[in-house]
């Protein structure tokens, strides 16, 4: 594997999910695979997660990791072309990816959306420059329009969840109904946990419903064969997983108002009301959360909510993507 953006870079759904309950099973098995083997994890933006189980995987699998914050531990980066570059960014990205790759055999980088410039970030400007520049693998660790770790450890969650329910004979004979539902947040954020996460529950074996308030459209390339539903209420009935998450303009059907807040309406907020009109539903969140905007502290603190394990299998995604890539290496 010499990427890992998008659902199509995973190969095989099943096969990778019965490759994540291997992993998750003995952690420790491919150890000797990253022996001598050093992994670079850049991050342009803040994180919790990503940083702590991109390192908790490296380390099962025996490799060592090095984590860059770019602008604090490092000089601050220009990362676009072509400027003359008289401000407060010392180094280029031409420069700074080929010298970060010859010290690394993987590169995982996490650089957000900057929400003015829609092409900039559909582009995936600063990821493929980092493709292009590295010759070394690269790991998405949420990049403008992606979060391919996130939305692969929801995959392992659900399919987690839902078999440990068949198999207490429940629900059997059919797939999920999981329903991605836009909810209020105070500031603007980018399109990458929703556009995966769709773009990951399309491939997979499940039903997917996606509902938001209207002008936050996703992008086509992402909803897929998904079914948009803007009454919240009735996107609910009888769902098996409620995914919550707020995105900001995704500018589809308002190119203008790409990365605007375009509603705060708290009535989209997840809690027991939303919850009651559910199959008895299981909460996710990708976290962090703010609580009693996206979701109420009721749910979040219910035996429905799976948010912490859901967060704990950020190590399983992590771990059989870099497998891969140490394999192929
Ligand atoms: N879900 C997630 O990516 O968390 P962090 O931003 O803390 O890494």
Redesign the pocket.
């Known amino acids: 594997m010499r990427s890992f953006f998008h659902v199509s870079d995973i190969g095989d759904l099943n096969a990778a999910l019965a490759e994540a309950r291997e992993v998750k099973r003995t952690p420790y098995q491919w150890h000797h695979l990253g022996e001598h083997r050093t992994i670079m994890l850049v991050f342009f933006n ?6 702590l189980s991109s390192q908790k995987a490296a380390l099962n699998l025996g490799m060592s990791p090095i984590v860059l914050n770019i602008g604090q531990d490092s000089w601050k980066l220009e990362t676009e072309l072509g400027v003359v570059m008289d401000g407060d960014k010392s180094e280029h990205l031409r420069e700074a990816i080929p010298v970060m790759a010859s010290y690394c055999d993987i590169i995982g980088v996490r650089s957000f959306a900057g929400l003015t410039d829609r092409e900039f970030d559909y582009s995936e400007t600063i990821l493929r420059q980092f493709v292009e520049y590295a010759g070394k693998p690269v790991i998405s660790l ?1 990049s403008a329009t992606v ?1 391919p770790c ?1 939305a692969f450890a929801d995959l392992i969650t659900i399919d987690e969840y839902w078999r440990a329910d068949q198999a207490q004979g429940l629900n059997i004979g059919r797939r999920p109904k999981v329903v991605l539902t836009w909810a209020p947040h105070p500031r603007a954020l980018p399109q990458a946990v929703p556009n995966s996460f769709a773009e990951w529950m399309n491939a997979a074996d499940v039903d997917l419903v996606i509902t938001h308030p209207e002008g936050y459209e996703l992008d086509p390339l992402f909803v897929g064969k998904a079914q948009v539903e803007y009454d919240q209420m009735k996107a609910l009935q009888d769902a098996d997983f409620v995914y919550a998450k707020n995105w900001s303009c995704p500018g589809v059907t308002c190119p203008q108002d790409y990365g605007k807040i375009l509603s705060k309406d708290t009535s989209w907020t997840i809690d027991d009301w939303h919850m009651a009109v559910t199959n008895n539903a299981r909460f996710m969140h ?3 959360v703010r609580r009693n905007m996206i979701v109420s502290d009721s749910v979040i603190d219910s035996p429905r909510s799976i948010v912490i394990p859901e967060a704990a299998n950020r190590v399983v995604s992590a771990q059989v993507v870099m497998k891969r890539m140490l394999e192929s290496l």
């Open positions: 803040s994180s919790l997660r990503t940083r949420e979060h996130q990708c976290l962090p």
